[in-house]
């Protein structure tokens, strides 16, 4: 076990984005994920550059806990999202219907015909949807199937990070 622990406490963001915002990394994770992978891809010498890195690691594959919506036992394994060419550039958005779904509601209801596409439960897959509308909708659905917590601190986040960092140990 490393002495080092990145994720002891908040990491506040000091680009100027957020300058005075007192934003943490880790809440941004939920808030502004295109954001830090922007960092991740562009800037060598950013400070906290190894939180990010971290963070976006781990956030790959983070445990799911909630169960599907449709069947309500099984443990989800994918999110849906509604495919409407005509409603954004790339043809993606969310809506309030789509939910957590397990594999085999998620088999049958594209066997009825729904003209829908679904993704991982993963923080990348926010990158999934062009505006800030849709991200969000979808970050109520990852936080409900990964189980983070519902009211977002820099404080709470950062536990759910710290958590998943330990667990991997
Ligand atoms: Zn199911």
């Not at 505006?131 to 404080?155: M, W």
Request: aromatic share 14%; charged share 25%.
């Amino acid at each position: 076990m490393p002495s080092y622990n990145p994720f002891s406490h908040p990491h506040i963001c000091t680009l100027k984005k957020y300058q005075e915002k007192d934003m943490s990394l880790e809440k941004m994770m939920f808030t502004d994920y295109p954001y830090l992978n922007w960092i991740y891809n562009n800037l060598e010498r950013y400070r906290d550059k190894i939180i990010v890195e971290t963070l976006i690691t781990i956030g790959e594959n983070p445990p799911v806990t909630g169960v599907c919506r449709s069947c309500k036992s099984q443990i989800a394994s994918t999110i849906c999202f509604y495919r409407a060419d005509f409603l954004t550039s790339r043809g993606r958005t969310m809506n309030n219907n789509f939910e957590a779904r397990c594999a085999k509601c998620e088999e049958e209801y594209l066997n009825r015909g729904h003209k829908h596409m679904s993704t991982g439960i993963q923080f990348s897959s926010i990158l999934n949807f062009d505006t800030a509308q849709d991200r969000n909708i979808f970050v109520k659905k990852l936080k409900y199937a990964i189980g983070a917590p519902a009211r977002l601190s820099n404080e709470s986040a950062a536990k759910y990070f710290y958590d998943l960092f330990q667990s991997i140990e």
